[in-house]
């Protein structure tokens, strides 16, 4: 039920070009400091901060740029910052805050990446206390071109500090191909992450990556891979190899938690049992989310930012994990010490209430708890349905993966799906499951996308169907590139915009 971005609201003379000389708090160049143990934390927890994005960069940006898929809609945000990408139609818009930030934030990680890089390798001292620390530079450099590339399409690739401080704005560097990321940056450096990250994270929880957590994107990556736009569906079976390696690992140790609702727990939310990789947020450490009241109802004195879609609602299968990501109803004053219980089609967006992220905080614009990136159960719907495209059918061992995340979403009673399904009725099973399981995650888009069912899964929104906002080109599945950008760099806008 959402809408492709063709045209993008703002006023170019507001905006610079990116400056990617910006560092993130507590982050440290080659130029001084010495890279001592203490130092190398300090630069490390600095990539997390630069990947959070002072809160509106790895979390509402996000949210905003994937409104094309069909699990959230952009509520009042079509209003207060005339943003209706959650419809398919050819005026849609988006504000250039959104693609301008976000841009922003990638590149400033990549920076400090490469920064970081260059530093520790150059430096003297043991190769083995660095290792870790490369390890996790080279995950952040590629999780940063992974965001891009799934956003944008072609970008600047940029692998040396010195480049990156003069590449946006400027006309002699150009757009590389998507492709060729992928072949020469994000698959290299996560290897390379593999490589050097120990089994278990500095931290000790899931706030900063191990090596499960470089074979889970890598593995991720894989399957992106074999879908669109690159189309290479050899790389199905590449997935599923490295899933599998994570699940059969005897150093893994995370498994999918008793109960759905605790994985979102402000208490939890450092818990790394499912959690492979999150970032932690924390209004107390000037390091907050952007959930609070964005995701309360107006009617619950919320500003309705993000509101669930109806139809993915009513499609959604009655288990632990709807009871728990739905709020359906509020409550109204009636008469003098009567409360009256409203159903959400009396709300003035009639749709349900997003309740997932309300432990970490609804009293303000920022909140705490965590921005989720990487669970235990992506690795095993990413087998599930990565084995079963490579093989044309499903093995024992991918019935095992959906079967586990059913049973835990029913609260622990079996819900297996049919045994010998053909591999097309297989797949539509993970399919949906992987929706349901990962519902308002940021993730839906990108798997609509990479599957190409973008238009087919908001047929169900009446509304988009009757307006006639629907079967979009496939070049609009792209974000528009920053508009000063294109405008100093000399890039050609993406197409649609």
């Not at 130092?39 to 959070?52: E, F, H, I, K, V």
């Not at 759905?260 to 939890?268: N, S």
Request: with cysteine.
């Amino acid at each position: 039920m959402k809408k492709i971005i063709i045209s993008i609201l703002g006023v170019l003379s507001l905006f610079g070009c990116v400056d990617l000389k910006q560092e993130p708090l507590s982050f440290l160049t080659p130029e001084n400091v010495s890279y001592d143990e203490s130092n190398m934390t300090t630069m490390a927890n600095g990539l997390y901060r630069a990947l959070w994005g002072w809160n509106y960069g790895y979390c509402c940006r996000l949210f905003t740029l994937t409104l094309g898929a069909d699990d959230v809609i952009a509520g009042q945000l079509s209003k207060t910052r005339v943003i209706v990408i959650d419809e398919l139609r050819a005026d849609a818009t988006i504000s250039e805050l959104d693609v301008k930030y976000f841009w922003t934030n990638m590149y400033n990680l990549i920076l400090n990446s490469n920064l970081m890089i260059e530093g520790i390798s150059g430096s003297s001292g043991s190769f083995e206390e660095k290792k870790p620390y490369l390890g996790e530079a080279y995950f952040m450099r590629a999780f940063a071109y992974y965001n891009l590339v799934r956003i944008f399409g072609d970008v600047p690739a940029i692998i040396d500090s010195k480049s990156a401080q003069d590449v946006l704005g400027n006309e002699n560097i150009g757009r590389n191909r998507v492709a060729d990321i992928y072949d020469k940056i994000i698959v290299p450096d996560l290897i390379m992450a593999e490589e050097y990250l120990p089994e278990v994270p500095r931290t000790r929880d899931n706030s900063s990556v191990g090596k499960i957590a470089a074979q889970t994107c890598l593995s991720e990556v894989y399957l992106t891979m074999a879908g669109w736009p690159l189309k290479r569906t050899e790389y199905y079976a590449k997935a599923a190899e490295k899933a599998k390696q994570i699940i059969e690992a005897s150093y893994n140790t995370h498994r999918l938690v008793e109960h759905y609702e605790d994985l979102w727990k402000e208490v939890m939310k450092s818990d790394n049992t499912e959690h492979i990789f999150a970032i932690n947020c924390s209004r107390l450490n000037s390091m907050a989310s952007q959930y609070g009241i964005s995701f309360l109802a107006m009617e619950e004195n919320g500003w309705s930012d993000y509101l669930a879609d109806e139809a993915f609602y009513l499609k959604y299968p009655d288990d632990e994990r709807k009871a728990f990501n739905y709020k359906t109803t509020y409550n109204r004053a009636g008469r003098p010490g009567q409360t009256i219980i409203v159903p959400y089609t009396q709300s003035t967006m009639k749709s349900p209430f997003i309740n997932k992220y309300r432990d970490y905080g609804t009293d303000a614009a920022q909140s705490d708890g965590i921005i989720p990136i990487y669970r235990y159960a992506d690795v095993l719907l990413i087998y599930a349905e990565a084995q079963n495209l490579a093989n044309n059918g499903p093995d024992d061992l991918a019935y095992r993966c959906i079967n586990d995340v059913r049973k835990r979403a029913t609260g622990g009673t079996p819900n297996d799906i049919p045994e010998n399904l053909s591999g097309e009725d297989f797949d539509k099973y993970v399919f949906d499951e992987r929706g349901w399981e990962f519902f308002a995650e940021f993730k839906r888009w990108f798997q609509l996308v990479r599957r190409e069912k973008v238009e087919e899964c908001n047929r169900y929104n009446s509304r988009v169907v009757e307006a006639g906002y629907i079967d979009r080109n496939k070049e609009n599945y792209l974000m528009p590139l920053p508009p000063k950008e294109v405008e100093l760099a000399k890039f050609s806008q993406n197409a649609g915009y």
